[in-house]
């Protein structure tokens, strides 16, 4: 597909822009997207929950009060607690999530597509809040993402 859009006469930003508002897409395209899909299907999510675990970085949060903060869950429907568990138990099998045994607790919240197209059991968020008001601030620089990219290639 890069091939075919770099071949072509017209603007790539907006060959990429017909590709995407296509409805039914031409029988070439999709396999070329197919070949693409394939050969880096290692990265190329499947579902909503086999995104994985990134285990490179380890991340710390600095916390100015060290007093574990217990969220009490919302009242919610036996359905909303049934559709939960079955969110949680597939993100645990894919690996997403793992068991933990934390003091901090935080309420669980459900959002729904902004479409209205689901029913309203869409999306499943965690309210962070009391946690942000107690985390210690970075105030260090935002690093320069150009600099980042040069040590993965010689400038000649």
């Not at 597909?1 to 508002?21: F, V």
């Not at 909503?48 to 009060?65: A, P």
């Not at 933990?100 to 597509?113: D, E, L, R």
Request: net charge positive; with cysteine; glycine share 6%.
């Amino acid at each position: 597909m890069l091939k075919w859009m770099r071949n072509d006469e017209y603007n790539q930003k907006t060959k990429l822009y017909e590709l995407i508002g296509e409805e039914v897409m031409d029988t070439h395209v999709k396999k070329i997207l197919d070949e693409i899909l394939t050969e880096y299907d290692d990265v190329v999510s499947k579902g909503s929950h086999d995104i994985g675990n990134c285990k490179l970085i380890k991340h710390n949060i600095r916390l100015n009060n060290e007093r574990p903060i217990k969220q009490k869950q919302s009242p919610r429907l036996a359905k909303e607690n049934e559709w939960i568990k079955g969110q949680i138990d597939e993100m645990l099998k894919n690996g997403v999530i793992k068991p933990s045994t934390s003091p901090y607790a935080f309420n669980i919240v459900i959002v729904g597509k902004k479409n209205r197209a689901g029913k309203g059991m869409d999306r499943m968020c965690i309210n962070y809040t009391p946690l942000n008001e107690v985390t210690e601030k970075d105030s260090g620089p935002i690093p320069i993402i150009k600099e980042y990219l040069s040590l993965f290639y010689e400038v000649k």
